[in-house]
């Protein structure tokens, strides 16, 4: 039996993009019930954005299966009371729009805690909610190249984007886990609801801070010894076929590693001699590594490495991906059917719980799916519903 961790949980949601939805999908993945408040007529822009069929698009289907669909005009005033009803069922309401939008809507965190003291409220941001930039429109690549991504990715030379997601994913970690946490602590009645605020700024310099920031974490220059960073040490070392990776840390990986590609003279070297001299030197190392490299294919490379004990993994394709032995032996890819958009392929959620992996319980919903039906749950007649779409309040 599947155990959904989350299971009556219901959480509401007025997010667009990628860091709400990526949060709230993995808490739907997990068992929430989780309601998508979309605008009428063009719904979240993930619906319009990556690999097409039957209207569903590859983006949408992975951020937001498992989740229900209302079409809305926020500001049409008929529609409050309904929503307001809705809110008071809720345990999570999680927006992303710009700090003081929806305030002026009536639906900030003072509002709604009048409504449902228990509600946790979260607002993810840009730049958090005050300060000189907190009005400013925000997507991924401005928060990467104001967090130092661009410049870790560009060591060594032009300063380079993290070519995904990256700051709205580890914003939406954050904020998936400071929502788990804080259902825990209402559930224990240490508190009740409250207020949860997430900046993608502060979420991404908290994720790159002990490794990309480590020679920046002492203050004052009084005795400190400034090393190489780990971006040094990320390289794809070209073979005569493709490409590899390898990193080696102890003492042991790197005698491997010399035994693999046939360098014994590494050991003799003094600036090899321990880890700490190893890296302050991994660049040489590694140009070292890849004259070896380079006149062996992938697969002899791999294989030497690993007789070794040395962490060493073939460069995959995107294609190659979807095929490669360890992803299909985990099960991490899984097959369902979307009515409109036909077979569809995702990744299973990551998560195990009890041995039993979590599952699509629903594809991702066609924009207001769910409106009658989660109208009606919180007593809607077919006529308040007629009339709110009427009025252009729902879609």
Not at 15 to 36: C, E, H, K, M, Y
Not at 241 to 251: A, K, Y
Not at 273 to 283: Q, T
Not at 295 to 312: F, H, K, Q, S
Request: hydrophobic content about 40%.
């Amino acid at each position: 039996m599947t155990v959904e961790p989350l299971k009556g949980i219901r959480i509401v949601e007025v997010t667009t993009n990628a860091s709400g939805p990526f949060a709230t999908g993995i808490l739907a993945d997990q068992g929430a019930d989780v309601i998508r408040l979309e605008t009428v007529g063009r719904g979240d822009p993930s619906r319009y954005v990556g690999g097409v069929r039957g209207g569903v698009t590859g983006y949408n289907a992975a951020m937001n299966r498992n989740k229900r669909s209302l079409a809305v005009d926020l500001k049409n005033p008929q529609l409050r009371p309904v929503l307001i009803e809705l809110i008071k069922t809720a345990d999570v309401f999680v927006q992303n729009s710009r700090p003081g939008a929806l305030d002026r809507s009536g639906y900030g965190y003072e509002d709604l805690h009048d409504i449902n003291p228990d509600l946790i409220y979260v607002s993810i941001s840009g730049f958090g909610p005050d300060g000189p930039a907190a009005h400013q429109r925000v997507y991924d690549p401005v928060i990467q190249v104001t967090a130092g991504f661009a410049a870790v990715q560009g060591v060594g030379g032009k300063p380079e984007l993290v070519k995904t997601i990256a700051s709205d994913k580890i914003a939406a970690l954050t904020t998936a886990q400071a929502i788990s946490s804080a259902l825990f602590a209402r559930a224990s009645g240490r508190v009740r609801g409250h207020h949860i605020e997430v900046s993608m700024l502060e979420a991404s310099l908290q994720f790159l801070w002990p490794d990309a920031f480590w020679n920046h974490g002492f203050v004052g220059a009084e005795g400190f010894q400034p090393k190489p960073l780990l971006a040094e040490f990320y390289r794809v070392l070209a073979t005569a076929d493709g490409f590899v990776t390898t990193i080696v840390v102890g003492d042991e990986e790197f005698k491997g590693a010399c035994r693999a590609l046939e360098l014994p003279h590494l050991l003799d070297e003094s600036r090899y001699a321990s880890i700490f001299e190893r890296f302050s030197n991994y660049s040489e190392l590694l140009v070292t590594f890849e004259g070896k490299t380079r006149i062996l294919t992938t697969a002899e490379v791999v294989a030497r490495m690993d007789r070794e004990g040395v962490p060493c993994g073939k460069v995959n394709t995107l294609d190659e991906v979807i095929e490669d032995p360890r992803v299909r032996h985990a099960g991490a890819l899984i097959e369902y059917d979307d009515p409109r958009g036909g077979r569809l392929r995702q990744t299973r959620p990551a998560a195990i719980f009890a041995g039993e992996p979590c599952t699509v319980r629903r594809p991702a919903p066609a924009l207001g799916e769910h409106t009658d039906e989660v109208l009606k749950s919180v007593g809607c007649s077919d006529a308040d519903i007629a009339a709110l779409r009427a009025a252009g309040a729902i879609g």
